[in-house]
């Protein structure tokens, strides 16, 4: 039998665990922007996430959603949509791999995956972190308005 028609590497491990790993390696590179694998784990998470950055770059709820349910993080989500992806400038190509040697307990080749492109993880977060205060101030100002209003009931009866 021949393995034509069949996509992607197995890692030697059912489909749920494939998966697993597969996404806490692409939540890991956009947290940390470069990551040590295996050669075969780097390629193989080369596909699946260059393919979340150009839907990032598009932009939109339905391909937010999407990448969402591909990574299983919200919080690597938002990375991707908010931080990362405006500051690609490039059409495809975002991710490289370089070689780094062979692992010392079992001689499998290794390799450094990492964005072409410098990113700046404090590119957004000013921005966010004025609209995180900001929402903090509406919510206790809420919470005190409601409050006040409960008393002011109170004293009516």
Do not use: W
Request: proline residues 1%; contains cysteine.
């Amino acid at each position: 039998m021949h393995r034509h028609k069949y996509k992607g590497r197995k890692f030697g491990r059912e489909t749920d665990q494939r998966l697993a790993l597969t996404r806490g390696l692409m939540c890991a590179l956009i947290k940390n922007q470069s990551i040590t694998t295996t050669l075969a784990r780097a390629k193989e998470i080369r596909r699946g996430l260059e393919k979340l950055i150009t839907r990032a770059r598009k932009g939109g709820l339905a391909n937010r959603r999407l990448i969402i349910a591909r990574l299983n993080d919200l919080e690597s989500a938002t990375i991707l949509m908010d931080i990362i992806a405006p500051q690609i400038t490039r059409d495809s190509g975002y991710l490289r791999i370089e070689h780094a040697g062979f692992r010392r307990g079992d001689n499998s080749e290794m390799g450094t995956i990492s964005f072409v492109d410098e990113i700046d993880y404090e590119f957004e977060n000013s921005n966010s972190d004025k609209t995180a205060e900001k929402a903090v101030v509406n919510k206790e100002a809420s919470a005190n308005d409601t409050k006040s209003e409960k008393v002011a009931k109170k004293e009516d009866k």
